[in-house]
């Protein structure tokens, strides 16, 4: 490929067929760059689904069965090594004349600037290039610099509706997608069944629930958040209705997949309006400074491996601070060890004074860093991060810098601070649950969870080894450090209620269930029935303490609103009123079900919470 035309294509698999995988590959290797597979078969099996061996490709995948992630990865990795465009492929379709296609795209002075996309399984195109509304992500070929201008790749969707948004964004950003005539691509869809009704032939796609769950609840999203684009509510109910019949009536799990399917509308129309926003990178920010606060104890077993993810963080400069709490094992000479190989992480051990107060000496130490910082995470010692943890969070709150500037701008005649810097800013994420063996148990959250005020003050939302944050919430929590609550409990009040909070749906790291560490999540029902019988009879309401605390510290700052919702909650216990108030609010609510309702009420009922 000539210079200024570098390509790279980019391969989502997911336990590939390996003769569809072999022909879609040899179909264009030869006139691109570079092949990055993108892996989505889980880790304990993607190594036997790796066919492709040739000098241009290389493997990746961190554990994430996303296709946003992917295409976000490889448009980074474009960015960074020079590449002008890219390709975006399926793993089940292929180029019938790929040459042809780079001939009247990339290679064409006479091309029309946008997206180009190829005709699908034969299908007729009038135009040698005919402009068209929404096209599929497979096949799909761009230069860097449109999809740079677009943002990337929504990481809110996974799977479904992925490419909807992309193009949707296209269109935000005036760009056009053509479909290029007699560039042809071969697309299988699914296994697919073709059923005869009244004399018609309908096809079923056959996706299972979760699958259709993601297809409706995203579909309905992309209606609120797009609602000046007819289009997307004549498809959604000429074709999703009579999908909805078809998998009925005809399909196998014909009732898991219409709940499936219901509980994804429900789940779209609850979505939150703040949070109807493109999460694609806003900046190929380079060198983001972060420094990492961890408290280790006795933690020799898997210290080695969280530290090793940390210290190797994607496109992060990483300062690593680490205070011992007095441990007795050979936890500090790891940290000896690690500390001698790499300068930018110092230790030191102490008395032990448990991992709360710990964590607020570390918070201490960090305010008096030498080096600027741009952001904060606090780390626990026996997860893993994936590599792309920080890059993420960092991308994040750039993003909420950003959107906080702008609401200064049309709210205060001077803003303070054009930097954003005045408001504390709070990221977190998913994580994947394991066990010893690194076997993934579940998700911390299966859907985005419903942040409120009042939901907060009850129910942990967010994980501390996931939190990322500013200077201005670092400096609050070190005015009133926590003395009846934990660091992660305390850092997600005063954001939520003094500042802002941001949050990833996307898995970003492991966090290990085993019998040391300080709080695991049982996946068996049962064992949760048993965790929720013990917590009622020997529960002493610290959520009300910590409540409490944080009234007192912080009441100088907050807004008579806050007083008035912190008050409803504290008086809980003399009043019915205030009782029934937060067993019925959705403010309050951290699932729907009557299960969650239930439970919460008896807690309720007998001052245990």
């Known amino acids: 490929m000539e210079r200024g035309k570098k390509i790279l294509a980019i391969v989502v698999t997911y336990y590939p067929e390996k003769d569809l995988l072999v022909r879609n590959v040899q179909a264009f290797i030869e006139h691109v760059d570079k092949v990055l597979i993108w892996e989505n078969t889980p880790s304990p099996d993607k190594l036997q689904y790796r066919y492709i061996t040739h000098e241009k490709v290389e493997y990746y995948g961190d554990g994430i069965n996303s296709i946003s992630r992917a295409l976000n990865f490889a448009w980074e990795y474009a960015n960074e090594n020079g590449f002008d465009y890219m390709l975006t492929m399926d793993q089940d379709s292929y180029f019938e004349n790929f040459d042809f296609y780079v001939g009247k795209t990339v290679l064409c002075e006479d091309a029309p600037d946008g997206i180009w996309t190829p005709q699908m399984n034969g299908e007729n195109v009038s135009a040698e290039y005919e402009e068209i509304d929404i096209p599929i992500t497979s096949g799909m070929l761009a230069s860097v610099e449109i999809v740079n201008a677009i943002g990337g790749w929504n990481e809110s969707y996974t799977i479904a509706s992925v490419d909807d948004e992309f193009f949707l964004q296209a269109h935000q950003c ?12 071969l697309q299988r869809f699914g296994i697919t069944q073709v059923v005869t009704v009244f004399g018609h032939k309908l096809e079923l796609r056959n ?23 007819d289009y ?75 530290l ?23 936890t500090c000479d790891i940290l000896a060890e690690y500390s001698e190989k790499y300068p930018n992480m110092e230790w030191e ?70 930097g954003g810097e005045t408001t504390p800013l709070l990221f977190s994420s998913n994580s994947l649950f394991v066990d010893d063996n690194m076997r993934v148990l579940g998700t911390f959250h299966r ?39 934990w660091h992660d409990r305390w850092m997600c009040l005063i954001c939520n209620f003094l500042g802002k909070s941001v949050y990833c749906q996307s898995p970003l790291f492991y966090y290990r269930i085993h019998g040391g560490n300080m709080i695991g999540k049982k996946q068996n029902f049962w064992d949760r029935i048993m965790d929720d019988i013990k917590f009622f009879f020997t529960s ?19 807004s008579d609103e806050d007083r008035d919702v912190l008050n409803v909650f504290l008086h809980y216990k003399d009043s019915f009123k205030n009782k029934w108030k937060i067993v019925m609010s959705p403010e309050y609510q951290r699932a729907s079900n009557w299960q969650e309702r239930m439970r919460k009420a008896v807690l309720l009922l007998f001052n245990k919470i």
């Not at 760009?175 to 560039?183: G, L, R």
């Not at 709940?259 to 939150?272: D, T, W």
């Not at 190929?284 to 104890?297: A, C, F, G, H």
């Open 174 to 185: 005036k760009i056009k997608k053509y479909k290029v005539k007699n560039a042809s691509l």
């Open 207 to 229: 996706y299972g629930p979760q699958r259709l769950y993601d297809i409706y609840r995203n579909n309905i999203i992309l209606i609120r958040k797009y609602p000046k684009i």
């Open 232 to 306: 997307l509510r004549k498809n959604f109910f000429h074709y999703w209705l009579k999908a909805i019949v078809l998998v009925f009536l005809f399909e196998k799990q014909r009732f898991k997949k219409t709940a499936a399917i219901f509980r994804g509308i429900i789940s779209g129309l609850r979505y939150r309006n703040e949070e109807l926003r493109n999460l694609g990178i806003a900046s190929l920010k380079k060198e983001t400074n972060v420094l990492i606060l961890m408290s280790t104890y006795n933690g020799e077993a898997y210290l080695r491996k969280q």
């Open 308 to 330: 090793d993810s940390i210290l190797h963080q994607d496109n992060v400069k990483v300062h690593l601070m680490v205070r011992d709490d007095g441990s007795t094992d050979h």
């Open 349 to 418: 051990t102490s008395e032990n004074v448990g991992f709360v107060r710990s964590f607020s000496i570390l918070a201490e130490k960090a305010l008096e860093f030498p080096e600027a910082v741009d952001y904060y995470a606090f780390s626990d010692q026996d997860d893993i991060w994936m590599p792309n943890k920080l890059k993420t969070a960092c991308r994040y709150l750039d993003e909420a810098v950003q959107t906080t500037i702008g609401e200064a701008v049309q709210t205060t005649p001077t803003p303070p601070n054009l």
């Open 447 to 485: 859907e985005t969870p419903h942040y409120t005020k009042q939901n907060v003050m009850i129910y942990p939302t967010e994980q501390g080894c996931s939190m990322v944050f500013n200077r201005s919430a670092l400096e609050l929590y070190d005015t009133n450090p926590p003395k009846n609550a």
């Open 540 to 558: 002493d309401a610290k959520n009300s303490q910590m409540v409490d605390e944080f009234y007192q510290s912080y009441r100088s700052r907050l």
